[in-house]
């Protein structure tokens, strides 16, 4: 069966430091998400993504944030310079049609 | 604003036995999805169980049934016959059209289940 997945699973970095976050959805989606999860908290949507253009944002999603889909496949969430409160599991999230998305594994930020 | 409240923040059932974990939402949308997902400690999203707002029907997935009380804006989750497996944390979904008809998700806080021996 297809699934997102997401790499690297766990990412440390300092503060300051610019991270990319990779994510593969399935092949034949053509919307794209990313969600925060600070631990122990619930999952915050950050940005929508359709045809190749960011379709909604959320108010975290400032301009320290960027998300790219490069060749057709990757789907990218980039943070120029982290702080301490990124630190969370990032989701990636695709969809084909108006029901569930379908979530990736996460990756681990964690900044120090 | 769409709002998902999970009122339990932990709940434990013994296996085998039924448990029901509740939620909330608020909206002035007529037609959404509501869903459950859950999140073992490896901390994958998986879904549960799906719920369309047009359908009456209440929707089951073999031990997993919601009660979904449209008027009351209601959507509880029934384990039935609870197996140590489904020890996890629960989050209630709710999908809204978005500003730009992006369908994202609102989720409530979650409930951690627990199933006992």
């Known amino acids: 069966e297809p699934e997102v997945t997401q790499t690297p699973s766990h990412q440390v970095t300092q503060m300051g430091q610019e991270v990319i976050l990779r994510c593969v959805p399935i092949s034949n989606h053509l919307y794209f998400y990313w969600y925060r999860q600070i631990l122990g908290q619930k999952v915050e949507f950050l940005v929508s993504f359709y045809n190749n253009e960011i379709s909604e944002k959320s108010e975290i999603f400032d301009d320290q944030f960027s998300v790219e889909r490069p060749d057709g496949s990757n789907f990218t969430l980039k943070i120029r310079s982290t702080k301490l409160e990124d630190s969370a599991m990032y989701f990636c999230?695709?969809?084909?049609?108006?029901?569930?998305?379908?979530f990736g594994p996460g990756t681990r930020l964690t900044v120090t | 604003a769409q709002t998902v409240t999970q009122s339990q923040p932990e709940m434990s059932v013994q296996e085998a036995e039924t448990v029901t974990l509740s939620c909330t939402y608020d909206t002035s949308e007529n037609n959404y999805y509501l869903f459950w997902y859950k999140q073992p400690p490896s901390r994958q999203m998986i879904l549960v169980i799906r719920q369309e707002a047009y359908k009456q029907q209440n929707a089951t997935e073999n031990r997993f049934s919601v009660n979904f009380q449209k008027a009351a804006k209601s959507f509880s989750l029934k384990i039935s016959d609870s197996q140590l497996g489904d020890t996890a944390m629960y989050f209630c979904a709710f999908m809204t059209l978005g500003n730009s008809g992006t369908y994202k998700y609102i989720f409530g806080t979650g409930t951690r289940l627990k199933v006992l021996a």
């Open positions: 999230a695709s969809r084909l049609q108006v029901k569930e998305q379908y």
